[in-house]
């Protein structure tokens, strides 16, 4: 264990001896678009290491199509302590306004290893910043959210990028609320000077939201123009909980079971799992984790499968549970502590429904009693109307018989 520590340690310096001593100067390159459409640039390549290697040269990012290389290869020998790599820019008539990237690629050409060897390639950027020009009119903004316990706000920060002041800038914003009504939420005007900034705020009360993401629509207008950004926003937290699991299992045997989970959240949780640890008498004698299920939101998913208790004998066992599920950007945990008897089998007879049923009928009796409920007041009904029918006929007999 020690000697890969040591080996491991080894191809990192050598790792770092390699970035360090090889590199690209400078690191990026600026072109202003007001001073021209074409330009001849260049940068270097530095192998102060005194290694022999062979680089390929390639061109990505949004304004690639417009930087041609002088050449897309080149081989440096030992007592090689530098190359030039020359580019020319040609930019088109328009091109957006602000900050447009491409990125220049050196990247070491792989040798063939011999198998087992660790090896590595050097790879380094020279960052080619094109800047538009701003039209006189010309705001950038951005959306964030800050929620406590009674309330969110909306916050629209908008920069001044034109050439001229402003004289009225505001941000409307759009989102639907846990009913799925529209809200439509408008900050005050102000003025906005050019090259400065502002916030732009405006608040909703917390509870109408459930926990749950959100789409907003930030929609600013400036003048006579517009700009819309969307953000989701996100409330609270994901949480999946347990709504059901038996209370009763038979004790000395393999047991059916069946657990209900329930997500909190608005949006689809996926790969929902549980891991149980079973306790008794403070100690804990068995653990397994249940399948993973997907969980739309606002809705619950059932996991049937089985307990095995053939070695576990009546009493009073505690199950600790703790619910697995991805939380925005993390695997998280929701813990439970739930109580379940296992039983003999001549009590396991007397218990009956409770034993084998109860997760279904805890779900669905108050659906089947208000059914069944519709149905005899409409027989009742029925059976009043025959009735009262009859009764007319029996006492208008006299003017129906004739």
């Known amino acids: 264990m020690k000697q890969k520590v040591i080996v491991w340690i080894i191809v990192f310096l050598c790792l770092v001896s390699i970035a360090t001593a090889t590199g690209i100067r400078p690191a990026k390159t600026t072109i202003a678009f007001d001073e021209g459409r074409d330009y001849s640039k260049e940068f270097w390549i530095v192998n102060n290491d005194a290694r022999q290697f062979v680089v390929d040269i390639i061109v990505e990012g949004e304004m690639a199509e417009f930087i041609t290389l002088e050449k897309d290869t080149i081989a440096f020998r030992d007592d090689k302590e530098a190359d030039v790599v020359k580019f020319e820019v040609h930019l088109p008539e328009e091109v957006p306004p602000g900050t ?6 050196v990247q070491e050409k792989r040798g063939d290893k011999e198998p087992g060897v660790i090896s590595s390639v050097i790879v380094l950027k020279h960052k080619v910043i094109i800047e538009g020009p701003y039209p ?16 969110i706000k909306f916050v629209s920060e908008v920069e001044n990028l034109g050439k001229k002041d402003i004289s009225e800038v505001k941000t409307t914003f759009y989102v639907n609320d846990k009913e799925q009504k529209e809200q439509q939420l408008e900050t005050e005007s102000t003025s906005l000077p050019t090259k400065e900034k502002t916030l732009l705020t405006v608040e909703m009360e917390r509870n109408a939201f459930d926990d749950g993401e959100y789409q907003v629509s930030a929609v600013t207008s400036y003048d006579d123009q517009t700009v819309e950004l969307y953000k989701n926003l996100i409330v609270g937290k994901p949480e999946v909980d347990i709504t059901y699991f038996n209370k009763y299992f038979v004790a000395n045997k393999i047991n059916p079971y069946s657990m209900e989970l329930l997500n909190q959240w608005n949006q689809l949780i996926k790969n929902v799992f549980v891991d149980v640890d079973v306790i008794k008498d403070q100690q804990k004698i068995d653990e397994f984790r249940t399948k993973s299920v997907d969980i739309e939101g606002e809705m619950t998913a059932r996991i ?8 576990k004998g009546p009493g009073t066992y505690t199950f600790e549970m703790a619910v697995n599920f991805w939380n925005l950007v993390r695997m998280d945990q929701k813990k439970f502590t739930i109580q379940s008897e296992l039983v003999s089998e001549n009590d396991a007879d007397n218990l009956g429904q409770a034993l084998t049923g109860n997760a279904v009928a805890s779900t669905d009796s108050s659906g089947t009693g208000a059914m069944v409920w519709v149905l005899m007041v409409i027989i009742g009904l029925l059976l009043a109307g025959i009735g009262v029918y009859v009764g007319y006929r029996y006492k208008h007999k006299d003017e129906y018989d004739s």
């Open 304 to 311: 049937n499968d089985y307990l095995d208790a053939k070695d």
């Open 136 to 151: 006189d009119k010309y705001v950038v903004a951005t959306v964030n959210f800050q929620e406590t316990t009674n309330s």
């Open 100 to 105: 447009s990237t491409a990125n220049i690629i």
